[in-house]
């Protein structure tokens, strides 16, 4: 009688899994990103992470089959993928302190309209003789070439 060996799974093997299923790979692309692991032991990895991810307490797996080295994976995974909310972790300078914000510093520069569609405000320097930009004027000198056609 054979019986099957219990697969061992290092650490990098279990960040590859975690990260192929963070990044939307099927069981077939996984397999082929990790030809030496057999087939249900990687299925049965995938869901863990399946787990992991919903905290579904009724998913075929419980966590009774995750290890601490996958929880511990998954955890550092999720907080490094994880973007945070500028708004929450910023800072507003105080007003009236002198900050970088509170005078606008003058540069000598003179800046205007664009006369064109656009709308944008640019240096003096960025925009022709009739106060359009470099995008406005392609524009206006491409409808003139099709009117002269």
């Not at 930009?133 to 099709?146: P, V, W």
């Amino acid at each position: 009688m054979t019986t099957s060996v219990k697969q061992t799974w290092t650490r990098d093997d279990t960040v590859l899994v975690s990260r192929c299923y963070l990044d939307g790979k099927s069981l077939q692309e996984t397999q082929a990103l990790m030809p030496d692991i057999k087939f249900t032991s990687l299925k049965t990895k995938l869901a863990n992470c399946l787990y992991l991810d919903k905290k579904d307490s009724k998913a075929r797996f419980a966590d009774k089959n995750v290890s601490k080295l996958h929880q511990d994976v998954w955890d550092e995974l999720k907080a490094a993928l994880t973007v945070p909310d500028v708004e929450a972790v910023s800072v507003p300078e105080d007003a009236g302190t002198g900050g970088y914000w509170d005078e606008p510093e003058a540069d000598g520069e003179e800046y205007f309209m664009c006369t064109g569609n656009c709308e944008r405000v640019f240096y003096f320097e960025d925009t022709d003789a009739d106060g359009m930009c470099g995008k406005c004027q392609y524009e206006n000198e491409r409808k003139s070439r099709k009117n002269r056609k």
